[in-house]
């Protein structure tokens, strides 16, 4: 029996033990299961609400799994409370470099240095400090602080416009008109036709569909494995269909105080209504529509309250706005996102197929040394692969080659065999999500809701 299964059999059996609990969690997170080191560490902070090792380890099991716009305002809510974790200021930098935050992480990390235990991390402050590219502001996205006294929230003033976002004088500048469509996106074939007859056809025909009584636009929701392609095929249907596109993350919305997070979210979506046609994108959807019954603090139920007010439009009228959610975990989800005329519209994002594997692939290899690249071959030996997986294969072949060329002092390409040696040793990150939808479509489809994924799988019900 491997460490792993020890710790798991003996967290199963003393699940009230909180010292246990956490070797398992951090366990799993080395092994790279990050939703049992997520079910690990809420077993503990269910034990104790104000464990700080444990929300540390919450936030980065989260952030293995996609959510990294949630473990950023989990542990900004963290330092906030106690300034004195140097972990939590070095893993906030950690998560909000990962976000392209360069300037708000610098500070964090500089933060974690100055505290009674902060240790350097090498390869965090070589993409800090000597990477180059363009630096953001440090309030560019309104997530706070660092200040003598430690954390400081957004200041709720309507000055800063709304918290997280990058509103100024000139009003939200993250307003995109996306120059990619379908074309543009190999493969997904099943995927673009659901969304052709699901929201191009609509949107492109309102004057018909207002003939038979039915406004263009509503909801829809995108669910799969994390890396596959959610928000890359958001931003081509916009692109599609010539719409604007906004593209919010949950800490654009997320505020300390009372109220302001409401303010936030209605600010977005009037945004979005005066510039219709449009597409309101919300990636990590399940982190602002989690299932009521779960939130104990009122606050919480209050946004999501909003949230569906919003979407049925109860504030105003939502005519011409298309509104997209994605998310990695449908089962956190209110079920009443799904009723109609909210996210009554499911469509499951799977892993890339073959052809868009072949793409992926022919894409990634483009401006680096590959000799011989087949493909073709590549993509049948790497299925239910996603597109993040795939990347990873070329990146640490990248490596190796990188650490021969220079012993060498010279070019080494990277050849099929580099990427086929590669893809053995790399377990596809789909495997994991799958294992836990597998669970949910068997025992928890109510109104045939994972049948898709059922359908993946080739389980008949």
């Known amino acids: 029996m491997s460490q792993l299964e020890s710790l798991r059999e003996a967290a199963r059996v003393s699940p009230d033990n909180i010292p246990l609990q956490m070797l398992f969690g951090e366990a799993c997170l080395n092994e790279f299961a990050a939703d049992e080191a997520m079910g690990a560490f809420q077993q503990v902070l269910k034990l ?138 190999g493969g997904m074939e099943p995927v673009k036709e659901e969304i052709r007859m699901k929201i191009i056809y609509p949107l492109k025909n309102p004057d018909l569909f207002r003939a038979y009584g039915k406004k263009a636009g509503g909801g829809v929701l995108l669910y799969g494995p994390p890396g596959c392609g959610k928000t890359l ?87 011409g706005l298309l509104i997209l959610g994605a998310t ?39 401006g680096k040394p590959v000799s011989q690249l087949d493909a073709r071959s590549l993509a049948q030996k790497t299925r239910n692969f996603s597109g993040a997986d795939l990347k990873a294969i070329f990146d640490t072949a990248v490596e190796r080659s990188l650490a021969q060329a220079m012993k060498q002092g010279q070019v080494v390409p990277i050849t099929q065999r580099d990427l086929l040696d590669v893809a053995k040793s790399i377990r596809s990150s789909t495997q994991a999500w799958f294992e836990s939808a597998k669970n949910y479509a068997l025992y928890s489809n109510q109104g045939g809701f994972y049948n898709d994924v059922l359908a993946f799988l080739g389980i008949k019900k």
Not at 254 to 277: C, M, Q, T, V, W
């Open 48 to 185: 104790n609400p104000s464990h700080p090792e444990a929300r540390i380890g919450l936030a980065r099991a989260l952030h293995h799994t996609g959510r990294t716009s949630e473990a950023v305002v989990r542990l900004e809510a963290l330092v906030a409370e106690r300034p004195e974790l140097s972990a939590a200021w070095l893993h906030l930098s950690r998560f909000l470099m990962a976000e392209g935050l360069r300037d708000q992480a610098k500070a964090c990390y500089e933060k974690s240095l100055a505290l009674p235990g902060g240790l350097p991390d090498p390869a965090l402050e070589q993409e800090l400090y000597l990477r180059g590219g363009t630096e953001k502001p440090s309030d560019s996205k309104g997530l706070g602080r660092v200040t003598s006294e430690g954390w400081e929230a957004p200041i709720a003033t309507e000055e800063r416009g709304f918290s997280g976002s990058p509103m100024g004088a000139d009003g939200f500048d993250g307003i995109e008109q996306p120059d990619l469509n379908f074309d543009d996106i």
């Open 233 to 319: 095929i958001s931003r081509a249907t916009a692109g599609e269909i010539e719409a604007n596109f906004l593209s919010i993350g949950i800490h654009q919305i997320l505020d300390l105080y009372i109220g302001e997070s409401e303010k936030n979210l209605h600010k977005l979506f009037e945004l979005a209504r005066d510039n219709a046609p449009a597409i309101l994108f919300f990636d990590e959807v399940d982190a602002l529509a989690a299932d009521r019954r779960d939130l104990r603090k009122s606050a919480g139920r209050t946004l999501i309250n909003q949230f569906l007010a919003e979407m049925d439009g109860n504030v105003a009228s939502n005519d």
């Open 328 to 366: 990695n975990a449908p089962w956190h989800i209110d079920p009443a996102f799904r009723r109609p005329g909210r996210f009554d519209r499911i469509l499951f994002v799977p892993p890339p197929d073959e052809e868009a594997r072949e793409a992926i692939i022919t894409i990634l290899a483009k």
